[in-house]
């Protein structure tokens, strides 16, 4: 059975995304300490894949992630989900509300339903877990009586039972999860497929804006753009960069080719299904047969057979 | 004595921020337990400014910082620093490595140190807090025997002693901190500033990509970009940029009115001397004189002076 590595421990949402990434095939879920070693795992070919979280829409992007797609040898992403950030309050069987002293989580957890503590918990003292699923372990050892947590965790830790589901001050919450595994023919395209790169440029003026207008110029929308400091070269920023299509589709490789050819290192990092399957809307200057018939006629001119 | 906030609680890296951004008068700190209510006291006049952490190079972008930015009332930035993210491990006086059975600190400070625990305090267990200063206090009262704290923090907890000082896995890392206050008058400038400013554009292709091409032409250089979805208005987007120069340069003027006519919204941040002092390096096309220079002509030509 192939192993596929995630952002441990067990029980948290990242599992839960990595499960849903890998539900069309029997594979065995190992939890990794951080997402540095979940894609050693990938790389050493210990694992076949590893799910990992790639952005949140209330804390940002996830830095280690994006540092960690970047070094060593090259991976890339095949598939993405998006998983609404909704939380259980996990409680040992018979707990009643105005019996919970104490509730844990992981800080961000926290921050994301200081208002329904309020609200339901007003006495309840805050502690801090190193994860959602180790505030979980901690109510079932007597230590805290309630913790916030991911839907997923009663599975794990079913000795304990819901007190409330469903909770978020944020409605619309939502993080965003990748399927990353070594380089291998990326998933066929589906119309509805985003595009990653890591393109670094030196830190000049107009580099970016020019960059940019590479996809512009063949109708390419940008869905992501994040700037980060490269370490090892002063002077230069890597840019992180989302859009739609597929690498197979003409106007992307061509776009990418041209990135290619501006930025000192350009690295893929995949072409796969978007979660939302929205498919990707483009001008007919921008098609697939715009760029064959335009292939097509500059073949002719450039062996005569017409002007 | 005026008041400023910064995000609390205090000994912690943004008060130590806050400190270094008010050296210049006096001021009473006043810690507030989010960056939102930090910032919602300098809206209503409750305080003069308050002190944030806007990005790390290790964890990324504050996210909070910048959606309290351009949420409610405008206000400006009008100074930056940057803090070395180096930790103090603190204990009771006499503590001996070997006796070390616990230490705490928030996780994001653990992740830093990591290695360092692992090097020095091997045999420690490792417990989480809301803060790098709720640790320290909880060293102070004997809950636990080390803590990874800011610097700062045996100022405000001087029962405790330094088992080590400068620790750090990453070197290089940094926290950028700004002090931001109600619109007024900008600082003058330098010659070596910075402007931030949020711009929403709408999602479609080559948005952006104009966008940065009006700073490109009038030569001004970007030292950020990020793009966060609005949380009100489907289909559009918001980037944060910070870049080169001051809204007094002509240069930069003309750029951000260029910005105010594409965005459906831009939300001015701030100009404000940057951190490190480096002079910005401005083409002849780009200068002030250059701009004066086109402008008069332009007034002659209107006026029929000359042709």
């Not at 995630?6 to 594979?27: C, K, N």
């Not at 095949?78 to 509300?97: I, M, Q, W, Y």
């Not at 393109?199 to 700037?227: C, F, K, Q, Y």
Request: aromatic fraction near 6%; glycine fraction near 6%; charge should be negative.
């Amino acid at each position: 059975m192939p192993r596929i590595a995630y952002l441990g421990p067990s029980g948290t949402f990242t599992e839960q995304a990595t499960r849903a990434l890998t539900a069309d095939f029997d594979a065995e879920l190992v939890p990794h300490d951080d997402v540095r070693q979940a894609l050693a795992a990938v790389r050493s070919g210990e694992v076949v894949a590893a799910g990992v979280p790639v952005e949140n829409s209330v804390e940002g992007s996830v830095p280690a992630t994006m540092d960690a797609l970047v070094s060593d040898e090259p991976v890339v992403a095949v598939a993405e989900t998006v998983l609404p950030v909704v939380f259980d309050v996990l409680v040992r069987p018979g707990t009643r509300p105005e019996e919970v002293s104490t509730v844990a989580s992981h800080p961000h957890a926290i921050a994301q339903v200081r208002g329904w503590l309020e609200a339901n918990l007003p006495r309840a003292e805050v502690h801090f877990a190193g994860s959602t699923a180790a505030a979980a372990a901690a109510v079932r050892d007597g230590e805290y009586d309630a913790a916030v947590a991911a839907p997923i965790a009663v599975e794990r830790y079913p000795s304990l039972e819901r007190l409330s589901a469903g909770v978020a001050d944020v409605r619309d919450a939502f993080t965003r999860f990748l399927l990353v595994r070594r380089p291998s023919p990326p998933p066929e395209p589906t119309g509805a497929d985003r595009t990653s790169v890591a393109a670094v440029i030196s830190d000049e003026v107009g580099t970016l804006a020019l960059l940019l207008s590479e996809l512009t110029l063949r109708d390419i929308n940008l869905s992501r753009i994040e700037s980060r400091p490269t370490k090892d070269r002063l002077g230069e920023y890597r840019f992180f960069l989302d859009f739609d299509g597929h690498v197979a589709d003409s106007r992307v490789g061509d776009a990418l080719a041209a990135l290619r050819r501006r930025c000192s290192e350009v690295r893929f990092l995949g072409s796969y299904p978007k979660a939302d399957r929205a498919p990707s809307a483009i001008r007919p200057s921008a098609s697939e047969q715009a760029f064959r018939a335009s292939a097509r006629w500059l073949d002719d001119i450039r062996a005569g057979r017409i002007a």
